[in-house]
C-alpha cells in the first residue's frame, strides 16, 4: 500500500499548487512595454470600477476591426508594431490588455480576462460605433479563452485563434487530471457558431498542435485549419508573418461569402462545416 499512498499524496499536492496557484502559473504579466501617453491608447473602466488599458486603429472602409486577446508575457505595447503590420494592410485593431498586464489596473485571473473581453466588445462596438458583424475576434495562446469566451455571448463575423489550448491546465497535463481548470475552449465550442480559423505552429513546444486540431474539429461550423509549418510558439510571426495575414484575408473572404449565402436564404444555417 505505500506506493499507492505515495501517489495519492504526491496527486493531493499537485492538485493543491495547481488550484491554489494557478494564476500565477498562467498569467505572466511582464514589465509594462508602453506608457498612457503612446499614440491610440486609451483607458477604460470595468464594470467592477477598475480601468483597462486598449489600443485602436480604425480600419480602413470595409475592412473589418480584429478584437485582439493577446498572448502571455506581453501586452499591446510590446504588440504594437505588429498590429500596425495589420493596420497597413486595411484591418482595424481594437486591442486590450487584461487586468495586471500593461498599464491595466487589477490582478489577472480568468475572470478578469472575461470582464475585460466583454468590456473592449463593448468599447469597440458601442462607443466606437463598429458594427458586430465587422469584427472579427482575435485571440492568440492565453487569449484563446478570452475570445472562446466572448464568440459564446456575441454575435461577430469569425472567430481566429492562434497557437490555442484546449484548457489552461491541460496545456500542461494534456489530459483532464485536476479539478478548478480553467479557460475550457474544448467545452465551449458547441456554443460558438461563428466561422472559425485555427492558425498553430507544427513545432510549438508548449501548446502543442493537438490542442489547435481538437478545438477546429469540436467545431461544427464553417472552419479552417492552417499549420505553420516549422514554427514553433513563439516565433509564428517571425517565421510566417504574410502567411498568417494572408490566411486571415482568406478566412475574411469565405466569411463575407457565408454571410451573403445566408442573407439570399435566412432559413438555412450561416454556412456548413468545412474540413
Known sequence: MRPVKSIVFIYVVLMLIAVSCSNRFIHQPPAAGYTKELDGISLIKMPNGENIAV????ARKGMPTLLWSHGN???IGYLRQRHESFHAEGYGILAYDYPGYGISEGSPSEQGCYDAAMT?????TKTLKVAPEHVLIYGQSVGSGASVWLATKVETQGLILVSPF???????????LFPGDKFKNLSRMDNVAEPLL?????NDRVISQWHGKKIHDAHAGPKTWHSI???GHNDLYI???QEIIKAI??????????KAAHQRNPASPPGKPGA
Do not use: M, Q
Request: aromatic fraction near 12%; charged fraction near 25%.
Open 120 to 124: 473592449a466588445w463593448e468599447h469597440l
Open 198 to 202: 485555427v492558425i498553430h505552429g507544427s
Open 55 to 58: 489600443s485602436y486603429l480604425p
Open 229 to 231: 509549418e516549422g514554427a
Open 239 to 241: 517565421v510566417a508573418e
Open 73 to 75: 508575457a506581453e501586452d
Open 166 to 176: 484546449v484548457s489552461a491546465f491541460r496545456a500542461v497535463t494534456k489530459y483532464p
Open 249 to 258: 484575408a482568406d478566412f475574411r473572404k469565405e466569411c463575407i461569402t457565408l
